[in-house]
Structures are given as C-alpha cells and as structure tokens.
C-alpha cells in the first residue's frame, strides 16, 4: 500500500451521488497517512496525473473515484494508482 512514491490504492467505483465533482474517498488511515483533511486537494497518478477532492469515509483499502476522474488518471476499476 505505501512505497517511496506515496500510497497505492485500488480503486473502486463511486456512488452516483457525487459524479463529476472531483471528490476522492479515501480510508481514514490513508487521509492521516498522507496528512492532509478532508476537502484537501490530493494528487492521483496513473498513467497520467490528475486532481480530486480527499474526502475520509471508507474502512476499506480502496480508493472511490468517479468514472470522470478515472479518465483523467488513466486508470480502471481494480487499478493501483499512487497518491504522492
């Protein structure tokens, strides 16, 4: 889960209450892992770089992205992206 370049995370789906909005989902140990709050800007990066907004919600060891935002990083469901 974390190397020398950030935290790796699977990335899952996010509920369709939140498309296109940018927002990350994140377990709380990786919000106070990468000391940042919810609302902080993070970067995801796949095979390209891009931006969401953190927020803490899940117990689990993925990362929720919406479809939109998962272009952007160049990743799929199921996929490690690492968040620097």
């Given at each position: ?60 060891s ?17 996929e ?5």
């Open positions: 889960m974390t190397d020398s370049k950030g935290v790796k995370l699977t990335v899952e789906g996010l509920s369709n209450e939140y498309p296109g909005r940018n927002i990350a989902i994140l377990p709380w140990r990786v919000i106070d892992r990468l000391n940042v709050s919810g609302g902080d800007v993070i970067e995801i990066e796949g095979l390209n770089k891009t931006y969401a907004i953190a927020n803490p919600g899940q117990r689990t993925f990362i929720h992205i919406d479809g939109e935002t998962r272009r952007a990083a160049g990743v799929g469901i199921g490690a992206p690492t968040i620097p």
